[in-house]
């Protein structure tokens, strides 16, 4: 099992800041099969990159992905005030796994 | 517009069954795998399982391989998740997803999902 470490837990930031997101793989993710979801209290989850840097269909140009091997990134160039939420990512070369998650807060 | 809508959650003893539903709309049903992912209280997503367009292949999580059986009706356009001998670790909100592989295996991303149906094990 691919097992996907997120770090940091929580980032505390402001709106206007730029966010990085790290998940790190137990294995090398072949093909960069890897996806990022956006999560919100009371919606359904939202996918944001997959394939490590392809944005998904109405994802903001802000959102970007990059990465390789074990090592991936989520940025968020510059925070909006709906961009606080939880983030996974997601790795679907050997079966599925997900990140624990990194929750974006507002300092 | 693509849309998934869940049902059949509710509160339920544990070692008890339920079945969980999944009705999907605006694609093409029968042309995709499809999967369910749980997320527990507080907790992060967990991925429960997978099936491919045409039921042949289908994959568990090890936490609920030989409880949990996923299967699915594409003339109804609908996915299934039959749960037995339920435990209070599988006390969650379950969403349904699509997989966009287009082999229609599931080893793609997942994307849209459904907003959900709890599940609650508890006496």
């Known amino acids: 099992e691919i097992v996907l470490t997120q770090s940091p837990g929580t980032l505390s930031l402001s709106p206007g800041e730029r966010a990085t997101l790290s998940c790190r793989a137990s294995q090398t993710v072949s093909g960069n099969f890897l996806a990022w979801y956006q999560l919100k209290p009371g919606q359904a989850p939202r996918l944001l990159i997959y394939g490590a840097f392809n944005r998904a269909i109405g994802i903001p140009h802000r959102f970007s992905g990059s990465g390789s091997g074990t090592e991936f990134t989520l940025t968020i160039s510059r925070l909006e005030p709906e961009d606080f939420a939880v983030y996974y990512c997601h790795q679907y070369i050997r079966s599925q796994t997900f990140g624990q998650g990194t929750k974006v807060e507002i300092k | 517009e693509e849309q998934l809508v869940e049902s059949g959650g509710g509160l339920v003893q544990p070692g008890r069954s339920l079945r969980l539903s999944c009705e999907g709309s605006?694609?093409?049903?029968?042309?995709?795998?499809m999967h369910w992912v749980r997320q527990a209280p507080g907790k992060g997503l967990e991925w429960v399982s997978g099936?491919?367009?045409?039921?042949?292949?289908?994959d568990y999580a090890d936490s609920v391989k030989g409880r949990f059986t996923i299967s699915r009706d594409n003339a109804k356009n609908s996915l299934y998740l039959q749960m037995n001998s339920l435990r209070p670790e599988d006390t969650a909100l379950y969403y349904c997803t699509k997989d966009n592989a287009a082999s229609g295996r599931p080893i793609g991303f997942f994307d849209p999902w459904g907003q959900g149906t709890l599940v609650t094990v508890s006496s």
């Open positions: 605006g694609f093409i049903f029968d042309d995709y795998a």
């Open positions: 099936i491919s367009w045409n039921s042949d292949t289908t």
